[in-house]
């Protein structure tokens, strides 16, 4: 093989991830980058292998839908090197009875072993997906994840999972024990809810250090239950971004008074989840009360991305929270954005930063924000020079981008979206207030950023002091460098205005 030809091979090398989950079977397939990955294909089909169990049997009808569906993915399966699959089973496959005749028969199909894995070990490496996909201000950090037969709670810090629990408690057991024995909605939901909560605090009263975790820094759900969940709640206006205990409250109120049927669908339920939407919700409900939450974010990655993680990790060290950075990197090189621009925004968004900490935004995850949206401002360029910001937005809105979460990327949008032309305070109003002021506020220092480096050269970049109080900014600029740079002079006359729009007063002179 030529060199050439080595090189392309080595560049469309895949690897798939292949969970055979209770509820659903998930296929990822992704391109190795180092240290990360590019997500190629996404696959989901619903088997409910649980569905119908009885004596701890598979059912034929379950068993031939598993397989029908691991025949689908065989196809797209077929070009990859079998030692680039990993395939896991979990919760089912680990309690039925007859579970090694399907094993046995998926080894056929697709030329792999399947890795059956404890509940312990589905946590950790949901666990790992959490701490190596996203990006989380707090050091310690619990994850649950709601599965179709068991839930899996992991409590551990920035660099592992120090516990992990398994519980049989999942949305499709769930709803086969309580939703089908004909007592009614109400009285389903309360009856799980109610074995979740005796569940957790049996496991909290049976572990020290489990009491000394909950409800110690950020509690992040994983799995379609949880994303179901706050997908409904954001349709019908009872949360803005993550889970909270007023948003639950008003779910279960409509599930437990019947003013929904979930049989004939919600607002914003996929159909597929329609059937064990209660459970799921009533599961939910059950971790807010057991943990005592106020809130709960929803993060974008499961099982598969820690399977990647791990597969990654025997090619080169996966270094945690450095998987956002790449996806900044990768969006960058793919637009072809000029990184020494990209570079003089930075640092000037760094020093307007660092000079209002006192009385404005200051926190971490907000600073390493205002850094990527200053390198990611000029994105839309290669799309169309008009309206570039509005189209770098569009971009980041709906990209892939390994480590981020709904929220972030959403608020990494609206900062390239707002950092020219109109302000979009409206947008940042659909945040709580705190977050719309801080948004605000960013935004406000990437645009004066931006207007400052107009020359697109180092060598014009100003030497300015910042003094700043809650509502005002103040700019004093060296050696006339308003009155050499007059483009940037009244770019920031006019930012005076729309700022003050925002209640902002800015003022600027040279010195």
């Given at each position: ?5 080595t ?13 055979l989950?209770?509820?659903s ?99 950790e490496?949901?666990y ?33 999972a ?21 007592d ?79 049989e ?87 020093h ?58 959403h ?70 460098w ?11 006359v ?18």
């Amino acid at each position: 093989m030529a060199a050439s030809d080595t090189q392309t091979a080595t560049q469309t090398r895949q690897i798939a991830a292949l969970d055979l989950g209770s509820n659903s079977f998930h296929l990822l397939l992704v391109v190795p980058l180092g240290r990360h990955f590019r997500t190629v294909e996404r696959l989901k089909e619903r088997v409910q292998l649980l569905a119908g169990c009885q004596d701890g049997m598979i059912t034929a009808d379950a068993f031939m839908r598993g397989l029908a569906c691991i025949g689908r993915f065989r196809q797209r399966l077929s070009a990859l090197d079998p030692v680039d699959i990993y395939i896991t089973g979990t919760h089912a496959l680990r309690q039925a009875k007859n579970a090694e005749v399907f094993l046995s028969e998926v080894k056929v199909l697709l030329g792999r072993e399947v890795q059956v894995i404890s509940g312990e070990r589905e946590a950790e490496l949901v666990y790992e997906a959490v701490n190596r996909g996203t990006v989380i201000p707090e050091r310690l950090r619990t994850v649950i994840d709601v599965g179709g037969g068991s839930t899996e709670i992991a409590f551990g810090d920035t660099k592992l999972a120090q516990i992990t629990q398994s519980l049989d408690i999942g949305c499709v057991a769930l709803t086969d024990k309580y939703f089908k024995s004909g007592d009614g909605q109400p009285a389903a939901y309360l009856a799980v809810k109610d074995e979740v909560v005796r569940r957790i605090v049996a496991l909290r009263d049976s572990d020290r250090r489990i009491r000394e975790s909950m409800g110690a820094g950020a509690v992040i759900g994983t799995s379609g239950t949880i994303e179901s969940v706050q997908m409904v709640l954001k349709a019908n206006g009872w949360i803005r971004h993550a889970i909270t205990r007023e948003g639950m409250a008003r779910l279960e109120t409509a599930i437990i008074e019947e003013q929904w049927f979930v049989e004939g669908g919600l607002p914003g339920l996929a159909p597929d989840r329609v059937e064990i939407f209660p459970a799921g919700a009533a599961i939910v409900s059950g971790c807010f009360a057991a943990f005592n939450l106020e809130q709960m974010a929803y993060a974008r990655v499961s099982l598969l991305h820690g399977m990647i993680f791990k597969a990654l990790q025997r090619q080169t060290a996966a270094a945690p929270g450095k998987i956002a950075e790449q996806s900044i990197v990768d969006l960058m090189q793919n637009f072809g954005v000029d990184p020494q621009q990209a570079k003089r925004v930075r640092q000037q968004c760094s020093h307007l930063y660092q000079a209002t900490t006192k009385h404005w935004v200051n926190d971490a995850a907000s600073e390493v924000l205002l850094g990527w949206a200053a390198d990611l401002h000029e994105l839309g360029m290669q799309v169309n020079a008009s309206h570039y910001h509005r189209h770098g937005a569009y971009i980041i809105k709906h990209a892939q981008l390994p480590g981020f979460g709904e929220a972030q990327q959403h608020m990494l949008s609206l900062l390239v979206r707002g950092h020219r032309r109109g302000l979009p305070s409206l947008a940042f109003k659909a945040f709580d207030p705190e977050m719309a002021i801080r948004l605000t506020q960013l935004v406000a220092l990437l645009r004066i950023s931006v207007i400052l480096e107009r020359s697109h050269d180092a060598t014009e970049s100003p030497d300015f002091q910042v003094a700043c109080t809650k509502n005002s900014l103040s700019l004093e600029f060296d050696a006339n460098w308003l009155a050499g740079h007059p483009l940037s002079a009244r770019e920031l006359v006019i930012e005076a205005a729309q700022l003050e729009e925002a209640g902002i007063e800015m003022s600027f002179v040279d010195i």
